[in-house]
């Protein structure tokens, strides 16, 4: 477990009492040491006094045969305090006198026995043995003649009870000395440790709150260097503060700038990672937004466009070059179309010498390059419709004589039956040639006024121009609708509707497919008083993906790549909007268990106050109607 303080003040007074503490026991343990040594030294000293005083107290007596005074020397001895008692014995060692009561009582032990063996003459002999006794023997002479030895046993503890108390009275000095010294210095580290206890808790309040500055400035409490020091934390706080709402001012302006731009922007680092991309530039790689952050260009880009991007990245970072533009070409999934980026690389530096990031400025041309391509293909168009006019108008004068050559050669000569019925399958594809160029003159020429058209003259002509394609394919077109019945409009726009909606229809239906043609008085469902005509363009094609039926009124989109420039229907459109009326589909796809198909309902009002494209009403957008398509008269 971790017990070292964490606070300045407690390891200083930690620090302080581990110190005192080794110190004490330190000067303890030597004091011990000493003390031992010299009460060991002390106490041979004093048995080897004892024992010669016994021994000096004793040799005359035992030579005057004089017991008592023996046994007097030896009871004086045994007084001292840590003598534990005393004896004589003889040469064999056997004992004569005792301080205890009789002699008797107390035989020497074999071990002391022993030691009589090791006395040395006129020298003192000490041994130790049971629990912290010790013996001292003397010998007795007299003259060379030994006549006994002095024995005086010692009890050491008297001497260790002496060092206790000397180790006791240290160790309760040193354990005062230690509390004393640990409050003083819990003083002085009180004064220390609250000017930085208020630093720490500013420093912390700084960083949990950066933002805020309600606990500032910090108070002074002292007047010294910590002092000092909190009136600078003050000083840099404030300066803190300054510079933090200029940098925040500045981070809401390039935050603003970034969310806001209407071009894409990212930024990589050194190893190519993402660090930062705008909505626009997520939406252009169609990743969300919070999937690019720490990820590579190569891993949200096709590999040709971010082995492009990486070069160019490589070259931003090794070269500084400021500005490197490129021009990326991707496909898309179906139904986004191909796109077109025009992209600019740049060095984001930190210093006039070090490029932390590269930033790229991403620009999406794919509306005006197809748009460009559309107008070619529009231009192509117009031409291929003025040729078509031209030729049109042109194949009416022979094919006018060819129709009374054919006349005459029927009415004024003598055919077989054979040959007068080719004459009349020859007139007959005559008048059709006449009838599909007139029809092309039509389209063409178009009223500046509108007026009064039929039904017939409206939808039969344009099933006319279909009849091959329609024969071909083997669809069956279901008519159900008053050819006399008219509607006030421009007829030659409404047939270009027509057009539109008869041509996808046959693109849309297999072989032996089938479409609906309806037309009826109806009225406005959000004006009932407004009156008109209600067209119905049904067909059992393949139908349409909610995400395609979305998107097929918008200029330049289509599904068909290159056989298609995505302004029939955005043409249609308009011009149902120019006649104030409504356009709806709905749609069902062939993946669906229920049939498939598409339904286009147009209402015409019949209204022949408006004249001009000018007096438009206001826009309606058109309704996309999921339910089932029906082909249901």
């Keep these: 477990m971790y017990l070292w303080p964490r606070t300045i003040r407690w390891q200083m007074l930690l620090g302080l009492v581990l110190i005192e503490t080794l110190s004490i026991a330190l000067f303890a343990f030597l004091l011990t040491d000493y003390l031992q040594d010299r009460v060991s030294s002390r106490a041979h000293s004093r048995l080897e006094q004892q024992s010669l005083s016994l021994a000096t107290q004793a040799s005359q007596p035992i030579l005057d045969h004089r017991g008592d005074l023996i046994q007097q020397a030896v009871k004086l001895q045994a007084g001292f305090g840590s003598v534990v008692r005393t004896f004589i014995t003889d040469p064999t060692g056997k004992v004569l006198f005792t301080s205890e009561d009789t002699a008797a009582a107390h035989p020497l032990t074999a071990e002391e026995l022993a030691q009589i063996r090791q006395v040395k003459p006129d020298a003192l002999h000490v041994f130790q043995f049971g629990d912290g006794r010790q013996e001292g023997i003397q010998p007795i002479y007299n003259g060379s003649v030994l006549l006994g030895y002095a024995w005086v046993e010692s009890y050491t503890q008297w001497d260790k009870d002496l060092v206790s108390v000397v180790l006791r009275a240290t160790v309760l000095f040193g354990g005062g000395w230690i509390m004393l010294s640990t409050f003083l210095a819990w003083l002085v580290a009180r004064r220390f440790s609250r000017p930085l206890t208020l630093l720490h808790a500013g420093t912390r309040s700084l960083m949990s709150m950066p933002q805020g500055s309600g606990n500032f400035p910090l108070p002074v409490t002292v007047k010294n260097e910590f002092g000092d020091l909190i009136i600078a934390f003050n000083r840099m706080v404030a300066s803190i503060a300054e510079q933090r709402a200029g940098l925040s001012d500045t981070l809401s302006l390039l935050d603003s700038m970034l969310a806001n731009a209407p071009i894409g922007l990212a930024f990589v680092d050194r190893n190519l990672r993402i660090v930062r ?357």
């Design 277 to 633: 991309v705008n909505q626009v530039f997520a939406t252009l790689t169609g990743v969300p937004l919070s999937r690019h952050l720490g990820r590579t260009v190569s891993a949200i880009m096709s590999p040709e466009a971010a082995a492009r991007l990486e070069d160019a990245f490589q070259q931003v970072f090794s070269q500084k070059i400021h500005n490197i533009e490129i021009e990326l070409l991707g496909e898309g999934p179906a139904p986004i179309r191909d796109w077109t980026w025009l992209v600019s690389v740049y060095p984001v530096l930190t210093s006039q010498e070090h490029v932390r990031w590269a930033g790229m400025i991403v620009r999406d041309v794919s509306e005006r390059v197809r748009a460009e391509e559309t107008l070619r293909k529009t231009e192509k168009l117009a031409a291929t419709g003025r040729l078509a006019a031209s030729i049109a108008h042109e194949i009416n004068n022979p094919l006018e004589a060819l129709t009374n050559i054919l006349f005459l050669l029927r009415n004024f000569s003598t055919l077989d039956a054979q040959a007068h019925e080719y004459v009349v399958m020859a007139e007959h594809e005559v008048r059709r040639v006449a009838e599909i160029a007139q029809q092309t003159l039509r389209f063409y020429r178009q009223s500046t006024l509108p007026g009064r058209a039929t039904l017939a003259e409206l939808i039969d002509s344009v099933l006319d121009l279909y009849r091959g394609r329609l024969s071909n394919q083997s669809i069956n077109v279901d008519r159900g609708f008053d050819p006399q019945q008219t509607v006030f409009c421009y007829s030659g726009e409404i047939r270009q509707v027509f057009a539109n909606l008869f041509g996808n229809a046959i693109d849309a239906v297999p072989s032996g497919g089938r479409i609906l043609v309806r037309a009826r008085p109806s009225h406005d469902w959000r004006q009932p008083e407004l009156k008109g005509i209600r067209f119905t363009v049904a067909d059992s094609g393949s139908g349409m993906e909610p995400e395609v039926r979305a998107r097929i009124f918008e200029a330049f989109f289509t599904t068909k790549d290159a056989t298609g420039t995505g302004l029939g229907l955005w043409v249609s459109y308009e011009i149902i909007q120019k006649h104030h009326g409504t356009i709806r589909v709905r749609s069902r796809s062939a993946g669906s268990n229920h049939s498939s198909g598409t339904v286009f309902q147009i209402f015409l009002p019949d209204d022949e106050t408006f004249s001009a494209p000018t007096q438009l009403a206001a826009k309606r957008a058109p309704k996309d109607e999921s339910a089932r398509p029906s082909l249901q008269s």
